[in-house]
Nanobody, 123 residues
Framework: QVQLVESGGGLVQAGGSLRLSCAAS????????VGWFRQAPGKEREFVAA????????YYTDSVKGRFTISRDNAKNTAYLQMNSLKPEDTAVYYC????????????????WGQGTQVTVSS
């Protein structure tokens, strides 16, 4: 089992920044790839970004490329999502998730999920 806890969400004006953190406990965090997903009201959960266990590969959905950066610190059992130039359409509950498999953009690939943190971007 891997337990994940997100933090760092909040209310920010358009153009602002937030850094989300995903703290892991349980099984060896460094063995898992980590993804960030988000879900807006009335919409399906969607992929935002992912990072491989060794940090050698990162992936982003097109709408956040150049604005968001995913990273991880395995020594601290923590992953991060730095979000810059935020837009109102980024408003959602953000979830981190862990997987030992591939298909890092797919919700179904992830066995472990955090409880989510709300990000609200005002215009």
């Amino acid at each position: 089992q891997v337990q994940l806890v997100e933090s760092g969400g909040g209310l920010v004006q358009a153009g602002g920044s937030l850094r989300l953190s995903c703290a892991a406990s349980g099984r060896t965090f460094s063995r898992y790839s980590v993804g960030w997903f988000r879900q807006a009201p009335g919409k399906e959960r969607e992929f935002v970004a992912a990072i491989s266990w060794s940090s050698d590969r990162t992936y982003y959905t097109d709408s956040v490329k150049g604005r968001f950066t995913i990273s991880r610190d395995n020594a601290k059992n923590t992953a991060y999502l730095q979000m810059n130039s935020l837009k109102p359409e980024d408003t959602a509950v953000y979830y981190c998730a862990a997987t030992s498999g591939g298909g890092l953009h797919l919700v179904r690939e992830y066995a472990y999920w955090g409880q989510g943190t709300q990000v609200t971007v005002s215009s």
